[in-house]
């Protein structure tokens, strides 16, 4: 243990804490920027300079350790004087654009020039004008409003290892930018967001679909439906000051009907429906060698994405169910088309996801067509969720509970953890379990496979089986199980594996790119736990138990995995290049 | 070629060559680009040609920028003489024993060779001459005498500091290398680089020696290297010195040729490798953190220490980085001994210095001289005082990291002390003196422009800091200042100063605090009577004769 003074506060942590973390130990609080708890410290802005006693020199808080005996102060008037210089300065190279950015009262720069009472700028701007990308359209680079703290950087190479960011430029022409000036859309991206979540500014935002909304809610012609995503649930309470992780299931089936909904869905009945035909998938490979092995998880759309550019030799190995909101959109736009005879061309999907890839799944293929139709006709984030609501004037935390559209909403437990790492494993194997040996999984709580570590594996007894899986979250965690796989495919050995889970974004879709902002990892398992608590409160806790999947299959689909299962809810895979001109950026585009 | 043993180096000795008498023909890049390699050429062709007994030889640079391209003559038992800025007929005039008596030049006095005790010596391409000069004998006292700890200690005694700018111990960084722990114990556990990234305006020294005396460096760095227990070392060199680069990776190649770099050299069982590596012109990247980062293949960043790069640094193993004046010193401390080496100096400040003087000085070139020695006597004594018999101003030491010293200070002994106490530091040597011509505005506008151009981006104070000082100063010298700028400039270099991440960020605001202080006056004549006294601003008036 090191042991120290802050402010003359005696602290004591362990060696390698942060003189940051070991003051937020002690209640003081260093004003920071470019640091997030989640990543390591960048050293860029230099707004957490403290000093060290009896010294004049300062020093970074976020990045150096304190060591025995170290006497920090963390105020002086000429410790707050730099601070505020600094401030300045960050903002002498930042537009005055508050008013119309997204990220407006929610920024970590305004905020500090709020804290810091900043009330006029004596230093000129220094502006140079970059252009916006927003060619993906799924996020929007707006660099101009950059300030350089290199966090999405850190989240798109260190963390989710695409690379599609990086510095451009030196000095003060310093920019991020794909390599080479690409385009976003050129780049290999795969919108998982996580560079969004991580900006403090209006640097990189969410494309805001929240129009095509409106538009669809306006027009009489239009049969508006909706789904929303589990990960949904517990994190919206979050943006109208409620706790991370409280369940606001039927707040939201209540909300959704008052913005002129007609049919409120659930995108867990997609969930359950899309273990139903996985682990049927999965028992005929084991079973009867239908397809090779370990079985990948394909729900996550920049997942797959990330897959079909860097391990395309994967493909055989992944699961062709499609994610839950387009088995449900597909769904919606067949069998509840026809259960209340509307045309498949009049209904408006709109999905709400924590996720921001969804934008790009919902037209990466012509299987997200399966209607005739664009299966789901806008994606939109919590966030933008949250700014519609905002903008109805509904008080979203005095909304009464209502009940969804059962026939596409009613759900299991194993349907609401598909929003969290391991969800769909464990749902899997419950599933799996009953499939092989015709008995329920004996211990439902699979702890191996919860939690938030980068990877997880573990070995489970299915009957005469013994199941070998792993679980990753967090792009950057993905290689060393491929390679794992890979390395027994190179010397013939049996695969490592029998069943891979993969979720871009770090602790599953809670996490997701498109969730409410200041996220960590408290944050992440509260949310978590929001799941894991609705998961034990549902009537049936296995998918398959889910009377309204029972009734699906009997009136609609036939058997799981029959033919009219894969001509509707199942999907396929090519390779995709990382890097690929304009032209080559094949979106389908939407249909109407 | 035998590989060298011990004894053999012990007894090396070159064939004697005919007492014929030579011309060397200095061949740095300053000589080459002031035309030497014509006249090189010249008395290649004519001396073949017409048989004349004459050896027409290569060498360093001896510093005298002024006089280039410079040929020194040892022919007809006279003793050798030097001769300046000779075009190449009266080059090749010397060959019929002609004397040209006004071409003459003599090296000023004062001087005190270890550094530079090569240069302009020895041809830098043949290693041959280099053995002659006691070379590689200083690696060999280490190996089979000293040892690695009583290496560290004759540097330790020797009170040598690091000649790239911050004057930190060189036997400490070596120490704490040697003693952190490494997570790879064998070959790849430690690593010495040597920084040739010499970027400050007005300095290159640093090239001088690379150029003109590649093996001491190497051997520098052998010893280093041996000293830390490193076997991999590596050069790495701004891509703007090809010379240099040519000239070390040829050295190189010689020592493996000997046996002096590989496995086991001279039969004991050090092994040491040498690469070299090329940096693609960033200041930055002589921050030893961005250096690193450069040689690993990444951004050239400079990154916050602690760790510091003796703990963690290329490729996360302990490494030492040291300067090429700095490794140029070793061989010369190893084989003299620490204590002798320490006689020379003042205070804290032991040794010789390379200074490179520039600007309105007579005798513009590089300068090496005992630290002590006062400014006025390296400005008049060995600099010839200024050009154009104008008044004497200020002179700016240390590049963009150092400061301007006015001449009420031209009396002080220069050491690293009392440079710092000055505003100033005693940076890599660069000293670049001004007349009354110049304006102490536009020379702090000079410096910031340069670390604005040099600035990485990675910080806000730097990145920010120096566009912003940029600008203003740009406004006092358009015409447009307010006095309220000058609080503002000071604001925002006590910003930079404190909160920058490296080096870079943190001294660019020198010069202009230093030019500020000694001459606020200036700065008000400019900001208040939109006068320029110097005539250097154009949108402002000179003040009237």
Excluded at chain 1, 92 to 103: D, E, G, I, V, Y
Excluded at chain 2, 216 to 243: C, Q
Excluded at chain 2, 514 to 520: A, D, I, K
């Amino acid at each position: 243990m090191i042991h120290a003074r802050i402010n003359g506060i005696r602290v004591e942590v362990e060696e390698g804490t942060t003189v940051l973390d070991a003051a937020k130990k002690v209640n003081v609080k260093i004003p920071t920027l470019c640091k997030h708890p989640d990543l390591p410290p960048t050293a860029a802005c230099g707004i957490c300079m403290v000093q060290l006693k009896g010294t004049d020199k300062m020093i970074r808080s976020c990045c150096t350790e304190i060591t025995e005996g170290m006497d920090i102060i963390t105020l002086t008037p000429e410790i707050v004087e730099v601070r505020k210089t600094v401030l300045e300065l960050i903002l002498s190279n930042h537009p005055n654009a508050c008013l119309t950015c997204a990220r407006n009262q929610n920024c970590e720069l305004q905020s500090l020039a709020a804290e810091f009472g900043i009330k006029e700028e004596l230093f000129g701007k220094i502006l140079k004008n970059l252009e916006i990308d927003d060619s993906i359209k799924t996020i929007v680079l707006e660099p101009q409003k950059c300030i350089k703290c290199g966090r999405c950087i850190q989240a798109c190479q260190e963390m989710q290892n695409v690379w599609a960011l990086s510095f451009a430029g030196r000095g003060l022409d310093t920019r991020i930018a794909p390599a080479a000036d690409f385009t976003l859309v050129e780049s290999p991206c795969v919108s998982c967001g996580q560079c969004a979540a991580y900006c403090p500014v209006g640097a990189i935002y969410v494309y805001d679909d929240t129009a095509k909304v409106w538009g669809a809610l306006n027009d009489p012609s239009k049969h508006c439906v909706v789904q929303i995503a589990p990960a949904v649930r517990v994190a919206i309470g979050e943006s109208f000051g409620m706790e991370s992780g409280e369940l606001k299931t039927g707040k939201l089936y209540t909300l959704l009907r008052r913005m002129g909904f007609q049919a409120v869905f659930d995108t867990n009945f997609g969930a359950d429906v899309t273990i139903v035909e996985e682990a049927t998938e999965f028992v005929k490979r084991l079973t009867k060698g239908g397809g090779v092995l370990p079985l990948i998880s394909s729900c996550c759309p920049a997942w797959v994405d990330f897959m079909e550019k860097f391990h395309p030799d994967m493909i055989p190995n992944f699961s062709t169910c499609k994610s839950p909101h387009e088995i449900l959109a597909a769904l919606a736009k067949t069998y509840y088309a026809l259960q209340l005879n509307i045309p498949p061309s009049s209904i408006f999907m709109v999905s709400i996801m924590p996720c921001i890839a969804k934008k790009f799944e919902i037209h990466r293929s012509r299987e997200m067509f399966v209607s005739g139709y664009q299966d789901v006709n806008v994606s939109i984030t919590t966030r933008e969720l949250v700014r519609m609501i905002k903008q109805t004037g509904i008080d979203f935390s005095s909304l009464p509970d209502s009940e969804p559209d059962h026939m596409l909403a009613d759900y299991s437990g194993g349907g609401t953890i598909f929003g969290v790492t391991g969800g769909v494993m464990e749902a899997a194997l419950r599933s799996i379990s009953s499939f092989l040996t015709g008995k329920p999984l004996g211990n439902i709580g699979l702890n191996d496979v919860r939690g938030l570590k980068g990877v997880k594996e573990a070995r489970i007894k299915v009957g005469d089986y013994t199941l070998n899986v792993a679980v990753a979250h967090g792009l950057g965690n993905v290689e060393y199980v491929i390679n794992k796989i890979r390395n027994a495919r190179e010397k013939g050995e049996e695969p490592p594996y029998h069943f891979i889970e993969v979720m871009a974004c770090p602790g599953g879709c809670i996490g997701g790119g498109g969730q409410p902002r200041n996220i960590n990892d408290e944050v992440r398992r509260l949310r978590i736990n929001g799941l894991y608590t609705d998961d034990s409160h549902c009537k049936y806790r296995d998918c398959h138990d889910n009377p309204q999947v029972k009734r699906l299959y009997a009136e609609f689909l036939g058997e799981y995995g029959s033919k009219k299962s894969y001509d509707i809810l199942h999907t396929y895979y090519r390779h995709r290049k990382e890097y690929k001109s304009y032209r080559e950026t094949e979106f389908l585009g939407e249909s109407e | 070629m035998p590989k060298l043993t011990k004894e053999l180096l012990d007894t090396y000795k070159t064939p004697a060559s005919p007492e014929t008498g030579y011309i060397k023909v200095g061949m740095n890049t300053c000589g080459i680009s002031a035309g030497a390699q014509k006249i090189y050429d010249a008395f290649v062709h004519k001396v073949k040609e017409k048989n004349i007994p004459i050896e027409i030889k290569k060498c360093g640079c001896l510093g005298m920028c002024h006089a280039e391209p410079l040929i020194e003559v040892k022919i007809g038992g006279k003793p050798s003489v030097l001769y300046g800025r000779l075009d190449r007929e009266k080059a090749l005039s010397l060959l019929e024993n002609k004397s040209l008596p006004e071409f003459l030049v003599e090296e000023s006095p004062g001087q005190k060779k270890i550094v530079l005790r090569n240069c302009g010596v020895i041809d830098p391409e043949r290693i041959e001459d280099y053995l002659e000069k006691q070379g590689y004998q200083a690696i060999k006292k280490s190996i089979f005498e000293l040892g690695p700890e009583k290496t560290i200690e004759e540097i330790k005694k020797s009170g040598l500091r690091g000649r790239g700018g911050a004057g930190f111990p060189t036997w400490r960084k070596w120490k704490s290398t040697r003693e952190s722990e490494s997570s790879d114990d064998n070959h790849h556990g430690r690593f010495i680089i040597c920084n040739g990234d010499e970027g400050d305006p007005g300095a290159y020294m640093d090239r001088s020696v690379l150029e003109g005396d590649p093996h001491s460096v190497i051997e520098g760095m052998m010893i280093a290297g041996y000293a830390i227990g490193s076997s991999t070392g590596y050069f790495y060199i701004r891509a703007e010195y090809p010379l240099a680069v040519e000239r070390i990776r040829k050295a190189i190649a010689q020592c493996y040729r000997y046996g002096l770099l590989g496995k086991n050299i001279l039969q004991s069982d050090f092994n040491f490798d040498l690469e070299t590596r090329l940096g693609a012109g960033a200041f930055v990247c002589g921050e030893e953190t961005a250096l690193i980062a450069s040689i690993e293949g990444r951004r050239g960043y400079p990154r916050p220490r602690p760790p510091y790069p003796s703990v963690k640094g290329l490729w996360g193993k302990p490494t030492a980085i040291n300067n090429v004046e700095t490794l140029a010193n070793v061989p010369y401390i190893i084989l003299n001994g620490g204590e002798n080496y320490s006689r020379i100096g003042t205070g804290q400040s032991r040794g010789t210095k390379v200074f490179a003087l520039t600007g309105k000085i007579m005798n513009s070139g590089l300068a090496e001289v005992p630290m002590g020695m006062t400014l006025r006597e390296i400005i008049y004594k060995i600099g010839g005082g200024i050009a154009n018999n104008k008044e004497f101003k200020a002179v700016q030491t240390g590049g963009p990291s150092g400061g301007i010293i006015s001449k009420d200070h031209l009396d002080t002994p220069i050491s690293y002390e009392s440079l710092q106490e000055l505003g100033s530091i005693m940076g890599s040597g660069g000293m670049i003196v001004m007349d009354e011509d110049d304006c102490a505005v536009d020379v702090a506008k000079f410096f910031m422009k340069f670390c604005f151009d040099e600035s990485c981006g990675k910080c806000a104070p730097c990145r920010i800091g120096t566009a912003q000082a940029l600008k203003i100063l740009e406004k006092i010298t358009g015409g447009n200042g307010r006095r309220e700028d000058l609080d503002n400039l000071k604001r925002i270099c006590h910003a930079m100063q404190k909160a920058s991440l490296c080096g870079l960020g943190q001294t660019a605001p020198n010069p202009l605090l230093s030019s500020l202080r000694n001459f606020e006056d200036e700065y008000l004549e400019h900001i208040e009577d939109k006068i320029c006294r110097a005539g250097r601003c154009r949108e402002l008036m000179k003040r009237p004769e």
